[in-house]
Protein backbone atom coordinates (compact mmCIF):
# COMPACT_ATOMS: atom_id res chain seq x y z
CA UNK A 1 0.00 0.00 0.00
CA UNK A 2 1.45 2.99 -0.79
CA UNK A 3 2.79 5.93 1.86
CA UNK A 4 0.00 8.15 1.56
CA UNK A 5 -3.05 5.93 1.33
CA UNK A 6 -2.07 4.18 4.40
CA UNK A 7 -1.44 6.96 6.39
CA UNK A 8 -4.94 7.99 5.22
CA UNK A 9 -6.62 4.98 6.21
CA UNK A 10 -4.75 4.64 9.50
CA UNK A 11 -6.05 7.70 10.50
CA UNK A 12 -9.50 6.62 9.40
CA UNK A 13 -9.42 3.61 11.28
CA UNK A 14 -8.08 5.16 14.33
CA UNK A 15 -11.21 7.86 13.74
CA UNK A 16 -13.46 5.46 13.76
CA UNK A 17 -12.57 3.52 16.39
CA UNK A 18 -12.60 6.83 18.62
CA UNK A 19 -16.19 7.14 17.52
CA UNK A 20 -17.43 3.96 18.21
CA UNK A 21 -16.24 4.11 21.54
CA UNK A 22 -17.79 7.98 21.78
CA UNK A 23 -20.97 6.93 20.80
CA UNK A 24 -21.00 3.48 23.45
CA UNK A 25 -21.02 6.50 26.48
CA UNK A 26 -23.13 9.22 24.83
CA UNK A 27 -25.22 6.08 24.55
CA UNK A 28 -25.45 5.53 28.09
CA UNK A 29 -25.62 9.21 28.68
CA UNK A 30 -28.41 9.49 26.89
CA UNK A 31 -30.14 6.42 28.10
CA UNK A 32 -29.59 8.11 31.88
CA UNK A 33 -31.51 11.39 30.46
CA UNK A 34 -34.80 8.74 29.55
CA UNK A 35 -33.95 9.09 25.60
CA UNK A 36 -33.99 5.33 25.35
CA UNK A 37 -34.23 5.93 21.17
CA UNK A 38 -32.09 8.03 21.17
CA UNK A 39 -29.44 5.37 23.52
CA UNK A 40 -30.09 2.68 20.63
CA UNK A 41 -29.36 4.97 18.09
CA UNK A 42 -25.94 6.18 19.47
CA UNK A 43 -25.39 2.06 19.86
CA UNK A 44 -26.58 1.63 16.31
CA UNK A 45 -24.27 3.99 15.42
CA UNK A 46 -21.16 2.88 17.18
CA UNK A 47 -21.78 -0.59 15.80
CA UNK A 48 -21.69 1.27 12.14
CA UNK A 49 -18.30 3.07 13.28
CA UNK A 50 -17.03 -0.93 14.43
CA UNK A 51 -18.02 -1.83 10.94
CA UNK A 52 -16.13 0.84 8.97
CA UNK A 53 -13.15 0.42 11.44
CA UNK A 54 -13.46 -3.09 10.86
CA UNK A 55 -13.54 -2.41 6.68
CA UNK A 56 -10.75 -0.12 7.17
CA UNK A 57 -8.47 -2.84 8.82
CA UNK A 58 -9.25 -5.26 6.13
CA UNK A 59 -8.15 -2.78 3.75
CA UNK A 60 -4.68 -3.01 5.56
CA UNK A 61 -3.90 -6.58 6.01
CA UNK A 62 -0.74 -6.64 4.23
CA UNK A 63 0.90 -4.22 6.70
CA UNK A 64 2.76 -5.22 9.78
CA UNK A 65 3.96 -3.48 12.53
CA UNK A 66 3.25 -0.91 14.60
CA UNK A 67 2.28 2.86 13.43
CA UNK A 68 1.70 6.10 15.32
CA UNK A 69 -2.23 7.00 14.21
CA UNK A 70 -3.23 10.62 13.92
CA UNK A 71 -6.55 11.20 13.91
CA UNK A 72 -9.57 14.05 15.22
CA UNK A 73 -11.97 12.41 17.96
CA UNK A 74 -14.82 14.90 19.88
CA UNK A 75 -14.35 15.02 23.86
CA UNK A 76 -16.51 15.60 26.33
CA UNK A 77 -20.34 15.17 27.52
CA UNK A 78 -22.56 17.95 27.58
CA UNK A 79 -25.80 16.40 27.67
CA UNK A 80 -27.94 14.29 25.04
CA UNK A 81 -28.40 17.64 22.87
CA UNK A 82 -25.18 18.64 22.68
CA UNK A 83 -23.53 15.36 22.47
CA UNK A 84 -26.27 15.06 18.90
CA UNK A 85 -25.22 18.20 18.16
CA UNK A 86 -21.05 17.30 18.22
CA UNK A 87 -21.75 13.69 16.55
CA UNK A 88 -23.65 14.80 13.91
CA UNK A 89 -20.55 17.55 13.50
CA UNK A 90 -18.58 14.87 13.66
CA UNK A 91 -19.67 12.70 10.47
CA UNK A 92 -20.77 16.10 8.20
CA UNK A 93 -16.83 17.09 8.63
CA UNK A 94 -16.03 13.06 7.69
CA UNK A 95 -18.38 13.05 4.44
CA UNK A 96 -17.48 16.58 3.34
CA UNK A 97 -13.69 16.89 4.02
CA UNK A 98 -11.52 13.38 5.73
CA UNK A 99 -13.03 11.10 3.29
CA UNK A 100 -13.10 13.28 -0.03
CA UNK A 101 -9.42 13.80 0.32
CA UNK A 102 -9.01 10.59 1.52
CA UNK A 103 -10.85 8.67 -1.56
CA UNK A 104 -8.88 11.09 -3.72
CA UNK A 105 -5.51 10.33 -3.08
CA UNK A 106 -6.25 6.09 -3.10
CA UNK A 107 -7.76 6.78 -6.43
CA UNK A 108 -5.09 8.67 -7.77
CA UNK A 109 -2.49 5.52 -6.14
CA UNK A 110 -4.81 2.75 -7.09
CA UNK A 111 -5.25 1.83 -4.05
CA UNK A 112 -9.14 -0.29 -4.62
CA UNK A 113 -9.55 -1.85 -1.57
CA UNK A 114 -9.09 1.33 0.67
CA UNK A 115 -11.38 3.79 -1.80
CA UNK A 116 -13.71 1.27 -1.76
CA UNK A 117 -13.81 1.25 2.28
CA UNK A 118 -13.96 4.66 2.06
CA UNK A 119 -16.56 5.18 -0.26
CA UNK A 120 -18.78 2.66 1.53
CA UNK A 121 -17.70 4.97 4.79
CA UNK A 122 -18.73 7.92 3.33
CA UNK A 123 -21.79 7.61 2.25
CA UNK A 124 -23.35 5.85 5.20
CA UNK A 125 -21.89 8.88 7.61
CA UNK A 126 -24.09 11.42 5.20
CA UNK A 127 -26.93 8.54 6.85
CA UNK A 128 -25.61 9.20 10.19
CA UNK A 129 -25.61 13.06 10.35
CA UNK A 130 -29.38 12.98 9.36
CA UNK A 131 -30.00 10.70 11.82
CA UNK A 132 -28.28 12.22 15.06
CA UNK A 133 -29.90 15.83 13.69
CA UNK A 134 -33.31 13.76 13.71
CA UNK A 135 -32.97 12.66 17.24
CA UNK A 136 -31.42 15.77 18.38
CA UNK A 137 -34.74 17.50 16.78
CA UNK A 138 -36.99 15.70 19.04
CA UNK A 139 -34.68 15.64 21.98
CA UNK A 140 -34.91 19.60 22.11
CA UNK A 141 -38.90 19.42 22.04
CA UNK A 142 -38.13 16.95 24.72
CA UNK A 143 -39.17 14.21 23.24
CA UNK A 144 -37.63 10.90 22.15
CA UNK A 145 -36.63 9.88 18.73
CA UNK A 146 -39.53 8.01 17.01
CA UNK A 147 -37.99 4.41 15.97
CA UNK A 148 -39.45 1.51 16.82
CA UNK A 149 -36.75 -0.68 15.61
CA UNK A 150 -33.40 0.38 14.42
CA UNK A 151 -30.97 -1.34 11.82
CA UNK A 152 -27.44 -1.48 10.78
CA UNK A 153 -25.95 -2.71 7.26
CA UNK A 154 -23.33 -5.05 9.03
CA UNK A 155 -20.96 -4.53 5.03
CA UNK A 156 -21.39 -0.41 4.98
CA UNK A 157 -22.57 0.93 8.12
CA UNK A 158 -25.73 2.18 6.77
CA UNK A 159 -28.61 2.71 9.24
CA UNK A 160 -32.51 1.95 8.52
CA UNK A 161 -35.47 3.19 11.22
CA UNK A 162 -37.78 1.44 9.08
CA UNK A 163 -36.03 -1.50 7.84
CA UNK A 164 -38.15 -1.33 4.82
CA UNK A 165 -35.63 -1.53 2.40
CA UNK A 166 -35.16 -5.20 0.69
CA UNK A 167 -31.63 -4.18 0.52
CA UNK A 168 -28.69 -1.78 1.62
CA UNK A 169 -29.15 1.29 -0.51
CA UNK A 170 -25.19 1.63 -0.33
CA UNK A 171 -23.86 -1.85 -0.33
CA UNK A 172 -26.51 -3.31 -1.79
CA UNK A 173 -26.22 -6.20 0.91
CA UNK A 174 -29.58 -7.97 1.94
CA UNK A 175 -32.15 -6.44 4.46
CA UNK A 176 -31.84 -10.38 5.81
CA UNK A 177 -28.04 -9.48 7.34
CA UNK A 178 -29.56 -6.38 9.04
CA UNK A 179 -28.34 -6.15 12.62
CA UNK A 180 -31.58 -4.81 14.84
CA UNK A 181 -31.47 -2.36 17.90
Not at 61 to 82: E, I, Q, Y
Amino acid sequence: MKAMTQTNLQSAFGGESQAHMRYLYWGNVAEKEGFKNVARLFRATSEAERVHAHSHFRAMKDLSGDFAVTSGAGFGDHGTSKNLEAAAGGERFEFTEMYPSYILVAKEQGEEAAQKSMQFAIEAEKVHEKLFLKAKEAVDAGKDLEAEKIYVCPVCGFISLTGEEDKCPICGAPKSKFIEF
